[in-house]
């Protein structure tokens, strides 16, 4: 790979994180009808790698662990924003499918799940809005290739461990210790 190869890659990869932290942090359009205007949604995010998660039970792809996963933070009080790769609608239904596909499936608001475009990597955005939002990350992917751009990944207390036992999602201590994030 080329400087200039590696350069518009990192320039790219920092324009969708750009776009990642806005889109989090822009506010919940799903409101009933003359609801008082929102202050902000005051939940921590915990960022979700929706297509890491899918995998959770018997190495293939499908949405029972991503619902519990999701099920499971909002029930701790957590804002979970579910992050997919583009192939994600492919893996689990043979078609292509949008973040208001998704959204449906997953019983949340649009704003709190992100379908990258076709041909980038959600790695890069979940790993650089995580830093910027100060969030964790629901995964069972170490980030390895990403560690030099995104060191802070080595902590400990920024990826949430999971698995799939007995039909039951069993995540790793998901509040953060005191002071780790």
Excluded: C
Aim: aromatic share 6%; glycine share 6%.
């Amino acid at each position: 790979m080329t400087d200039a190869t590696v350069f518009i890659a990192l320039i790219a990869g920092l324009l969708l994180a750009v776009f990642l932290v806005l889109w989090v942090r822009r506010p919940r359009r799903l409101r009933p009808p003359g609801a008082a205007p929102l202050a902000g949604d005051a939940r921590q995010t915990v960022l979700v790698d929706g297509s890491n998660v899918i995998h959770w039970l018997d190495n293939t792809p499908q949405l029972a662990p991503l619902l519990q996963v999701v099920q499971d933070l909002s029930r701790r009080g957590l804002r979970p924003g579910v992050v997919f790769d583009a192939n994600v609608g492919y893996k689990l239904t043979g078609k292509f499918m949008a973040e208001r596909d998704l959204s449906r499936m997953l019983s949340l608001p649009r704003d709190q799940i992100l379908v990258v475009p076709k041909g980038t990597q959600a790695d890069p955005f979940l790993l650089e809005t995580a830093r910027d939002l100060n969030a964790r990350i629901v995964t069972n992917d170490r980030y390895r290739d990403w560690s030099d751009l995104y060191p802070d990944v080595a902590r400990p207390e920024r990826l949430i461990r999971g698995e799939m036992r007995d039909g039951k999602v069993k995540l790793t201590e998901v509040a953060p210790k005191h002071g780790a994030l």
